[in-house]
């Protein structure tokens, strides 16, 4: 029997998303007179948190868990529900094929989430440079509306939902979600301290979750279905189905919902085909530039949360980036930290201050004229940057690719050291 | 940018701020009823301001940031922020050029080489002729068709070094 794809099962690369009535014809919104009509939002917060899904956007925090934070209704008059669609990891490109194939799916998951929250306020906080996905969200949240899946009472019930879709204008920090509050007030988006943390106070001061696209995506099938369905469609404890993808130098670079769990070396080998022709596979970043490298001694690998970290890195958003045997891995590591020097806010100093120089000392090897010494001071800022000594987790996210890139790749800082040169100019 | 045009003067004193055309400052309010506080509309206001007049400048910074409540200064710091937010001017068509990882590993560099001598231009610059303005821009999110671009509102994949001018001739 072929694996379940509730994520993906109404997405047509290509084509028109669903309107409102097909998507209605497919089963959806089943899951929103379910919950409205039948349940209460204790109870709606309990599936989900019974169902183990976990944040979709990186970090992987159980999802059910950071619901149960937001104080109860009667403490709480004002919620928010903010979705985060700042989709901007490089490597990264889920969300966009959830947003721009399946949007209504999206709107239920916000509906229910909300319930679940008791907000009465959601905005879509989407990167600006998605112009497809911001256009068929909002003909989809106005279809919502007319039809009354949002706005006053929905389906007669005493919960009433606003939903806005707030279009950013580039800026990877925003993908931060206290920096995405403060971009969303209308402030230059920097992180904030925490805590206080959003559940308790965060946009305008009022509690405020802020859940990841594919987070809520998973919401509809999980209240519709059960937590027990969920459970079982994964291959560990992990619960669900993950949109994997992967790019860089494989055959088919794209990404594909399968179950959570899956092996990496299914990812690798049947869904992207396998290395470019003529290509070895050298290292690969699992979840994004701001995970630690696996190789090729990884590929029996789950691709879950705890199995990636068992191995030494994260699943982050579990979209790949592969490199091969013909990549000089010092570009490689210069040109991920010339990413994340140049998207520090600049609020702290080690991120402000140690990005750049990282990124200089990268080049200098890179072009040949690096020292021994060089290589201490990278390490040095793989620890001065690290968790717990930045104001927020930009710099350390940009650590993890340098401080595993140091261990599996010495041998080629050491080349370009000794030999004054990049080994590597002008192979192709 | 290889040159700064600078807006003209304006006419009469001085100290008087342009205001902005009025269906702009009605959509702006439009928008700026979806927050709680107005100065949240601030990014879509200053993409609808950078829509009419090709980028914002300092006069229209100042005009957006009276409408809304806030110092320019804020609203500055706010503007400079953003990669797709223009503080000088730019040519008719803007294109962003990929120059992240996934991009960079399926052929940015030599993309952003054939580009630049095209159209004559380094990075950050606008051709002679105000057509084109080239800057790279991190990752886009169409990783699966590396490597990619945007002009103006058009996101471009899969985009051949060897076959530029077709892509380009649709942006006169």
Redesign the interface.
């Known amino acids: 029997m072929p694996a379940e794809r509730p994520l993906t099962r109404n997405i047509r690369i290509g084509e028109e998303p669903l309107d409102l009535a097909g998507y209605e014809r497919a089963g959806g919104y089943q899951a929103v007179r379910k919950a409205l009509r039948g349940m209460t939002s204790q109870e709606v917060v309990q599936a989900v948190s019974d169902s183990t899904l976990r944040g979709r956007g990186g970090a992987g925090f159980p999802t059910g868990r950071k619901w149960s934070f937001v104080p109860q209704r009667a403490e709480a008059p004002v919620t928010y529900l903010v979705v985060n669609a700042d989709?901007?990891?490089?490597?990264?490109?889920k969300?966009?094929l959830l947003l721009e194939g399946d949007p209504h799916q999206m709107i239920e998951g916000i509906i229910l989430s909300a319930y679940a929250i008791g907000a009465q306020y959601a905005y879509i906080f989407l990167?600006?440079?998605?112009?497809?996905a911001a256009q068929r969200l909002k003909h989809a949240v106005n279809q919502a509306r007319e039809h009354g899946y949002l706005g006053e009472h929905i389906l007669g019930s005493p919960f009433s939902l606003t939903v806005?879709v707030?279009?950013?204008?580039?800026?990877?920090m925003c993908g931060e979600e206290t920096a995405l509050l403060s971009?969303?007030?209308?402030?230059?988006?920097l992180p904030r301290a925490k805590p206080p943390y959003p559940q308790v106070a965060g946009?305008?001061g009022h509690p405020t979750v802020v859940n990841n696209v594919e987070t809520l995506c998973n919401v509809p099938h999980i209240i519709e279905r059960g937590a027990d369905w969920f459970r079982q469609l994964a291959l560990g404890k992990d619960g669900g189905t993950k949109i994997y993808?992967?790019?860089?130098?494989v055959s088919r670079?794209?990404?594909w919902e399968l179950p959570m769990g899956t092996s990496l070396r299914e990812l690798l080998e049947e869904h992207a085909g396998g290395m470019q022709a003529g290509r070895t596979l050298r290292a690969l970043?699992p979840g994004g530039?701001s995970t630690r490298f696996l190789t090729a001694e990884h590929l029996d690998v789950a691709m879950d949360f705890s199995s990636v970290q068992a191995a030494g890195s994260r699943l982050g958003t579990g979209?790949m980036?592969v490199?091969d045997d013909r990549?000089c891995p010092i570009a490689?590591l210069r040109?991920?930290e010339?990413?994340f020097a140049?998207?520090s806010c600049g609020w702290c100093t080690p991120c402000r201050d140690g990005l750049p120089w990282v990124e200089q000392l990268l080049a200098a090897i890179e072009d040949g004229t690096g020292e021994e010494r060089d290589l201490e001071v990278l390490a040095m800022h793989t620890h001065f940057l690290g968790p717990g000594k930045t104001f927020c987790a930009h710099a350390p996210g940009a650590m993890e690719p340098l401080e595993s890139g140091l261990k599996i790749f010495r041998e080629d800082f050491d080349r370009h050291i000794r030999e004054h040169r990049c080994p590597w100019k002008g192979v192709h | 940018m290889s040159t700064a045009d600078a807006p003209p003067p304006a006419q009469g004193r001085a100290d008087v701020v342009p205001a902005l055309p009025s269906g702009l400052t009605a959509a702006i309010a439009t928008l700026a009823g979806?927050?709680?506080?107005p100065?949240?509309?601030?990014?879509?206001a200053?993409?609808c301001v950078q829509q009419h007049f090709g980028c914002v400048d300092d006069a229209r910074l100042r005009a957006l940031a009276s409408l809304?409540g806030?110092s320019a200064e804020?609203l500055d710091?706010?503007a400079t922020?953003?990669?797709?937010?223009y503080r000088r001017p730019v040519g008719r068509h803007v294109i962003h050029l990929c120059?992240?990882?996934?991009c960079?590993?399926?052929g940015e560099e030599q993309l952003c080489a054939q580009l630049e001598q095209r159209l004559g231009i380094r990075l950050g610059e606008t051709t002679a002729d105000r057509r084109f303005t080239l800057l790279p821009?991190?990752?886009?999110?169409?990783?699966?068709?590396?490597p990619a671009l945007?002009i103006d509102?058009t996101?471009h994949g899969d985009v051949q070094a060897t076959a530029l001018d077709p892509l380009l001739e649709h942006f006169p």
């Open positions: 989709e901007m990891e490089p490597g990264t490109f969300d966009r990167r600006g440079e998605y112009l497809l806005h707030h279009t950013s204008a580039g800026r990877y971009g969303l007030e209308g402030f230059r988006a946009l305008w993808g992967a790019s860089g130098q670079p794209g990404a970043l530039a979209t980036i490199i990549t490689l040109n991920v010339h990413f140049q998207e | 979806q927050y709680a506080q100065r949240a509309a601030c990014v879509e200053l993409k809304l806030m804020e710091g706010v922020y953003y990669n797709l937010i120059d992240s990882v996934s960079w590993l399926r821009i991190v990752c886009l999110g169409y990783c699966d068709h590396a945007m509102q996101l």
